[in-house]
């Protein structure tokens, strides 16, 4: 069976603060796929990002980040500089591998409150 | 762009009623799915579909049924809702291109309360 934790379930920063949404998983597939998804206010989830188990460089995309680390089965997400925008619940998933459905696996979310 | 597109933002039903969530994407996209979204239980799948007239169930089927008539089009049905079913429903859809790493792009929400 898959799953995936994240641990916080809220953070809260001041505008600028660097933060860090941890994101750790379970999966007995050898090939899967993780994911970030951004969740505003308006409720519609948002694609951020997706990584396959064989790609383990850091990502960065602007001020976002990603740190894929399959020795402690972790995809955290960093925020540089956070922004009032940046404040949403952000969902980590699993895919695995032989899962043609694509059907994902979700975390909890994390609630980010980014304050100015 | 996707879209990806519901019936209703918000809807308030009475215990006992049938409720019809409806859902349309317009990329021709093979996969769609039904997620509820409750709070620090994050999204749990409760059917999808990869075809026309073809279904599987989720994690959390009970109380739901689903219809897909047409490619575009995936229904929600809540036969007899119950209050334990108010929650924020999301449809979701993905190329279907036969790899777990399809992207799934998600509609804004229905908030269902049950009372």
Same mark, same amino acid.
């Given at each position: 069976?898959?799953?995936?934790?994240?641990?916080?379930?809220?953070?809260?920063?001041?505008?600028?603060?660097?933060?860090?949404l941890d994101c750790?998983y379970?999966?007995?597939?050898t090939?899967?796929?993780?994911?970030?998804?951004?969740?505003?206010p308006?409720?519609?989830?948002?694609?951020?990002?997706?990584?396959n188990s064989?790609?383990?460089?850091?990502e960065?995309?602007?001020?976002?980040s990603?740190?894929?680390?399959?020795s402690?089965?972790?995809?955290n997400?960093t925020i540089?500089a956070?922004?009032?925008?940046d404040?949403?619940?952000?969902f980590c998933?699993?895919?695995?591998?032989n899962?043609a459905?694509?059907m994902?696996?979700?975390?909890g979310?994390?609630?980010?409150?980014?304050k100015p | 762009?996707?879209? #990806?597109t519901?019936?209703?933002?918000y809807? #308030?039903k &009475?215990?006992?009623?049938?409720?019809f969530?409806?859902?349309?994407?317009?990329?021709d996209?093979?996969?769609?799915?039904?997620? &509820?979204?409750?709070?620090?239980l994050?999204?749990?799948?409760?059917y999808?579909? =990869?075809? #026309?007239?073809?279904?599987e169930?989720?994690d959390?089927?009970?109380? =739901?049924?689903v219809?897909?008539?047409?490619?575009?089009?995936?229904?929600?049905?809540?036969?007899?809702?119950?209050?334990?079913q108010?929650s924020? =429903?999301?449809c979701?859809?993905?190329?279907?291109?036969?790899?777990?790493?399809?992207?799934?792009?998600?509609?804004?929400?229905?908030?269902?309360? #049950?009372?």
């Amino acid at each position: 069976a898959q799953k995936v934790t994240q641990a916080q379930t809220e953070i809260s920063v001041v505008e600028k603060e660097d933060v860090t949404l941890d994101c750790v998983y379970e999966t007995r597939d050898t090939t899967y796929y993780l994911f970030w998804y951004k969740q505003p206010p308006s409720g519609e989830l948002v694609f951020l990002i997706r990584r396959n188990s064989f790609d383990e460089q850091n990502e960065i995309s602007g001020r976002y980040s990603w740190n894929f680390q399959k020795s402690t089965s972790s995809f955290n997400f960093t925020i540089t500089a956070s922004q009032v925008v940046d404040s949403a619940v952000y969902f980590c998933a699993l895919s695995g591998g032989n899962n043609a459905g694509n059907m994902l696996t979700f975390g909890g979310g994390t609630r980010l409150m980014v304050k100015p | 762009d996707v879209k #990806v597109t519901q019936s209703s933002r918000y809807l #308030v039903k &009475r215990t006992g009623e049938k409720v019809f969530l409806e859902c349309v994407q317009d990329m021709d996209h093979e996969n769609m799915f039904w997620y &509820r979204q409750d709070p620090g239980l994050g999204l749990r799948l409760i059917y999808f579909s =990869y075809d #026309v007239k073809m279904k599987e169930k989720g994690d959390i089927p009970e109380g =739901y049924s689903v219809s897909r008539e047409k490619k575009e089009r995936f229904s929600l049905i809540l036969e007899s809702a119950s209050t334990n079913q108010t929650s924020m =429903y999301l449809c979701a859809s993905s190329l279907g291109s036969g790899l777990a790493g399809d992207e799934q792009y998600f509609g804004p929400g229905t908030r269902l309360t #049950v009372t």
